[in-house]
């Protein structure tokens, strides 16, 4: 239930306390950590390829797909929690979780048990961005959403580009220190994943310090507490986990299962053909899972929460966005995990000289990106109520052409240059992006809206890039041609946000009025 303030509340909402500047700062913390556990596998790909006899399409699946798809599924229960639970609580339960299955990597001795942990991680790491979109919603007002979410993407980044840092120093000292015999006989690779996933084990206890915010407190609209909190986890459990997804849509009657199998029946056929045409089961099952879980949920969505429906999947404006930066996602997400093994493979650059050149501009660019990119955001939204969008497409299209060269060169001054080119473009288009999304619903939505935005980010973007480029590539035997296929989704991208430009003024203006005609009080 929503209750709208005095006009004097709300003015009081606009000035930002300093306490809500050191909780950001936290989460930033939080989000470089969640960056590092996730990316640092690309520095070391081209040690677990060689250690574990692995392709390139596996090691796709493994950063993408057995990560991307079970963050993606767990994000929408957990994000419900972050709806109605504690958030700061469930933040650094999910830190502490994700840390530990990253340091569990580095006792994985095959494909399937780094998978395994893979997919820890991914179930982990779903709590975090639901929890900060919603938490730093509460801290600032909406006038600065923009910027101050795009300060917490900037973890993304210095995340990205110091687990490569940090990934080719340890892998290469170890090896150095230990070329025989190694403690708990543990490869380079391997100890890089523990030295890097048990700091987070310490940091999830100052997180848990931070104190809770009034949800709804930064537009004057306070939502009251949820009497039952998990009530609403356990049904979206429910709701997107096969098989216990038949029980959900059953309860529609006999309409409601047969839509739901027929769903089932269509995605799996299409994953099963997917396949087949490439010879990669893991990768099509996993994907098929993630898209059928997908259905059933927004399938049952709008029986069980009407008003989130309409403005989330009834909102073409909103699935237009968050598809329309899931091809940035596609590009980009598969532009910094092959950078490295680009570097290793094609130009023979030692994993720190790669770490360093890729991984300390690359930081740099993606920080500059994304802050620029949410300032612009912020600076034409009070210009036009679209023109966060446009800094978003500037974001797909301005990435593209580095990201072929990239590609394609034999200079490594060129390689480096581009690389860092392309991360400056492709990051400014996240905080428009993230900000567009939660202003076209209501508060007590955010966290399911921000698990939403991010199945667009993972289930396009992250399981379905990176893996691209490395089955093209093991296709061909090229890595350049893997990394030019990832083009594709410039066009894409364009007619989507084109789509989505002229579709969100009219949303947003209309969030409370549709939310109401849905059911609302």
């Given at each position: 239930m929503e209750t709208e303030q005095p006009q004097g509340a709300q003015t009081a909402a606009q000035t930002v306390p300093g306490y809500s500047w050191y909780a950001l700062s936290i989460l930033v913390i939080v989000y470089v950590l969640n960056f590092v556990d996730r990316n640092i596998i690309s520095i070391l790909a081209e040690d677990i390829k060689a250690d574990l006899g692995l392709r390139d399409d596996q090691i796709g699946f493994l950063y993408g797909t057995a990560f991307g798809v079970f963050y993606a599924l767990f994000g929408i229960p957990l994000g419900k929690l972050a709806d109605s639970w504690h958030r700061v609580r469930l933040m650094s339960a999910g830190l502490a979780i994700w840390s530990a299955f990253t340091a569990l990597s580095g006792f994985?001795?095959?494909?399937a048990t780094l998978?395994?942990?893979r997919i820890g991680v991914g179930v982990g790491e779903a709590t975090a961005s639901p929890s900060a979109y919603s938490l730093i919603?509460?801290?600032?007002?909406?006038?600065?959403?923009?910027t101050a979410l795009a300060i917490y993407s900037s973890g993304l980044y210095i995340g990205g580009g110091i687990s490569l840092l940090i990934g080719g120093a340890i892998v290469e000292r170890w090896n150095a220190a230990y070329p025989v015999e190694a403690p708990l006989d543990l490869a380079g690779w391997q100890a890089a994943f523990i030295i890097v996933g048990l700091p987070g084990i310490l940091l999830a206890v100052l997180v848990f310090t931070l104190r809770e915010p009034l949800r709804g407190q930064s537009e004057g609209i306070i939502a009251e507490p949820a009497k039952d909190p998990f009530r609403g986890f356990f049904r979206e459990l429910v709701a997107v986990i096969p098989p216990f997804t038949l029980f959900g849509a059953s309860q529609a009657g006999a309409k409601g299962l047969f839509v739901n199998l027929l769903g089932a029946v269509v995605i799996g056929g299409i994953a099963f053909a997917m396949a087949i045409a490439t010879a990669n089961y893991q990768q099509w099952g996993a994907i098929g899972i993630g898209y059928y879980a997908i259905f059933s949920w927004a399938s049952t969505l709008k029986r069980r929460d009407g008003p989130a429906f309409k403005l989330i999947w009834g909102t073409p404006a909103f699935l237009t966005t968050i598809l329309g930066y899931g091809m940035v996602a596609f590009m980009s997400?598969?532009?910094?995990?092959?950078?490295?093994?680009y570097a290793i493979r094609i130009l023979e650059e030692a994993p720190s000289t790669a770490g360093w050149w890729i991984g300390g501009p690359g930081a740099v660019g993606g920080f500059l990106g994304v802050i620029g990119g949410g300032r612009a955001a912020d600076w034409l939204r009070e210009r036009n109520p679209a023109g966060r969008l446009l800094v978003v497409a500037f974001g797909l299209v301005a990435a593209a052409p580095f990201l072929a060269v990239m590609f394609t060169t034999?200079?490594?001054?060129?390689?480096?240059?581009?690389?860092f080119l392309q991360s400056l473009f492709a990051s400014s288009a996240l905080g428009g992006a993230a900000a567009t999304t939660q202003d076209l619903v209501l508060p007590r939505m955010r966290g399911t809206a921000t698990a939403t935005f991010f199945l667009a980010t993972t289930l396009v973007g992250l399981a379905l890039g990176p893996y691209m480029a490395g089955q093209v590539s093991t296709m061909t035997g090229s890595l350049s041609t893997g990394g030019l296929s990832l083009l594709i989704a410039?066009?894409?991208?364009?007619?989507?946000?084109s789509i989505a430009y002229r579709t969100v003024p009219q949303a947003e203006s209309t969030v409370l009025i549709r939310a109401r005609e849905a059911g609302e009080t």
């Open positions: 994985a001795q095959n494909f998978s395994a942990a919603s509460d801290w600032f007002p909406k006038k600065m959403r923009a997400y598969a532009a910094s995990f092959w950078a490295a093994p034999q200079s490594t001054v060129v390689f480096y240059l581009c690389a410039v066009p894409i991208g364009v007619a989507l946000l």
